[in-house]
């Protein structure tokens, strides 16, 4: 068995279980900053490929790679992967389904509570020496507090259940809305409503659903007009399903209170990116993380030990979980 990782060698290192990677197995380490020559020249007859969650794996990749069998995301995004060429070619796409749903949800509350505190306000003036004029100023404008707060879970998968359940915790009102339904969802204190009523009557809206074609771009100029002027959107999914220059137009015209983001897109973040150049009067409706919600250690545990009982499983000719391609 030849396993290429498309990712960083130290990482992999780190969170492989011990004694967990057979003897006589090749390992090539391409890193993450690999180009497609870099595939032909050292890892062409790989039979699996570990990839970094936002990097690509394109057709033409997969095409001639012919003792392919799997490619595993090392984490739980896989839409840079083209998975119908995948599944043409008798290919196995597979990702680590689950193992970051409390993890993620810990940083949608964590996104939440900074926003509604206006944290990013708070500690620049105690910085700056306001620190009384920063109390002063919150309380006469007043602060919110979760337990108050109706939180509408844009889709209700693993992540969106997770954080439904802290939420509760907190006193919160839960709703979702999920293509798919949910067969229990007293379960997790949580009901459901139709989007366009998340989207008005929720006073955060928080975005737990994968990029697809029809995600991109979901919450745009048209959605943000709908929200509460007091509401606030969080996404720890993808930067992808934000109109980002719609949001920064929300937050100037205050159409919204204020978002906190775990994600930008593209990704790396480039300079010019709308949300990052926001003048410094907006910046504390805003809370940023350098999408870190699922990166964890536990996930990162989690995960490698999910990927290496997927690749000894195609290697003995059985089959993977966590199958995300149809096949």
Request: glycine share 8%; hydrophobic share 45%.
């Amino acid at each position: 068995m030849k396993v290429a990782f498309l990712t960083y060698k130290e990482r992999v290192e780190k969170y492989t279980p011990p004694g967990a990677v057979p003897s006589d197995w090749e390992i090539v380490h391409l890193g993450a900053d690999f180009t497609q020559r870099d595939v032909w020249e050292k890892a062409v007859h790989a039979d699996a490929v570990v990839v970094d969650a936002v990097l690509p794996v394109p057709a033409e990749l997969i095409a001639g790679m012919r003792r392919l069998k799997l490619i595993h995301s090392e984490g739980v995004a896989f839409n840079r992967i083209d998975g119908k060429a995948a599944a043409a070619a008798g290919v196995y796409v597979c990702n680590n389904a689950g193992v970051n749903a409390s993890a993620v949800a810990e940083q949608a509350i964590l996104l939440m509570l900074a926003v509604q505190r206006r944290y990013h306000e708070g500690e620049a003036m105690v910085y700056a020496a306001r620190q009384a004029e920063a109390k002063t100023r919150f309380i006469m404008e007043g602060l919110p507090e979760l337990g108050d707060a109706h939180v509408g879970l844009v889709g209700f998968g693993a992540i969106g259940k997770e954080t439904a359940k802290r939420l509760h915790a907190f006193g919160s009102k839960v709703s979702f809305y999920d293509v798919v339904g949910c067969p229990n969802p007293d379960r997790y204190h949580a009901s459901f409503l139709p989007l366009e009523e998340i989207y008005s009557q929720c006073d955060i809206v928080s975005l737990h659903v994968p990029v697809l074609p029809e995600t991109v771009h979901m919450v745009n100029w048209d959605v943000l007009k709908k929200m509460k002027k007091t509401a606030i959107l969080i996404n720890t999914a993808r930067g992808e399903l934000v109109d980002q220059e719609a949001l920064c137009r929300a937050l100037r015209e205050g159409e919204i209170a204020g978002a906190g983001l775990d994600t930008l897109a593209p990704e790396p973040v480039l300079p010019d990116n709308p949300v990052i150049n926001l003048p410094e009067e907006l910046r504390g409706k805003i809370a940023l993380s350098p999408h870190i919600a699922g990166t964890t250690a536990g996930v990162f545990h989690r995960s490698y030990r999910n990927i290496w009982n997927n690749l000894k499983a195609v290697a003995q000719g059985g089959r993977p979980v966590n199958i995300v391609n149809g096949l």
